[in-house]
């Protein structure tokens, strides 16, 4: 027997945003105790660039595009790219592929997903003060290091550092308080809607 109201059908896609901003989250802060000086650069977190913090995102991106959300495929894409693109940077001049860029170099390749990581900020104005935060705090990021890499300076990539371990885990927060908040179907760890 056929219903005579409609049911309401679902898309039947999760929300991939917790996948992208924790896969964002836990690199951003691995590679970050580095940054402060806890442990050398290593394999690690270039495996973490590559499949957690490169890959998963880009996986989530894809996702947002079929839940058809620009703004999720722009960010989650564009920064699991940046992620590949930061180990290949690491690791061709090791392999001896190209010569390892300069610090110049590095400090433009910084300083332009500062001001891209800026601009999507904007786009956070109409989504949640938890988002605001994380955009927030990757634009700093982005610039400080810019400036390490322009200054040399070993005490500001510490400090750079601490604060690129807020940045992530500003992110691992908001993709958990989504995980959580839709398990529990109420607010479990506010995210800070704007109203």
């Given at each position: 027997m056929i219903p005579e109201t409609p049911v309401p059908v679902k898309d039947g896609i999760a929300n991939p945003a917790p996948l992208g901003l924790c896969a964002f989250?836990?690199?951003?802060?691995?590679?970050?105790?580095h940054n402060a000086g806890m442990f050398e650069?290593?394999?690690?977190?270039?495996?973490?660039?590559?499949?957690?913090?490169?890959?998963a995102q880009v996986i989530a991106g894809v996702i947002e595009?079929?839940?058809n959300n620009t703004f999720g495929l722009t960010a989650f894409t564009?920064?699991?790219f940046f992620w590949l693109s930061l180990v290949g940077l690491i690791v061709m001049p090791k392999l001896g592929w190209v010569a390892?860029?300069?610090?110049?170099?590095m400090a433009a390749f910084l300083a332009i997903w500062g001001v891209f990581t800026f601009l999507l900020f904007f786009g956070t104005?109409?989504?949640?003060?938890a988002l605001q935060f994380v955009f927030a705090s990757l634009t700093v990021l982005f610039f400080l290091l810019t400036a390490v890499k322009i200054t040399g300076?070993?005490?500001?990539?510490?400090f750079t550092g601490y604060e690129g371990i807020i940045c992530g885990a500003s992110a691992?927060?908001?993709?958990i308080a989504n995980v959580l908040n839709e398990v529990y179907g109420r607010t479990v760890l506010p995210i800070g809607p704007v109203a």
């Open positions: 989250g836990l690199t951003t802060v691995l590679l970050n105790m650069m290593n394999s690690m977190i270039l495996a973490m660039g590559i499949f957690y913090g490169g890959l595009a079929k839940k564009s920064y699991g390892a860029p300069p610090a110049s170099a104005l109409k989504l949640n003060r300076s070993e005490s500001l990539e510490h691992i927060y908001t993709g």
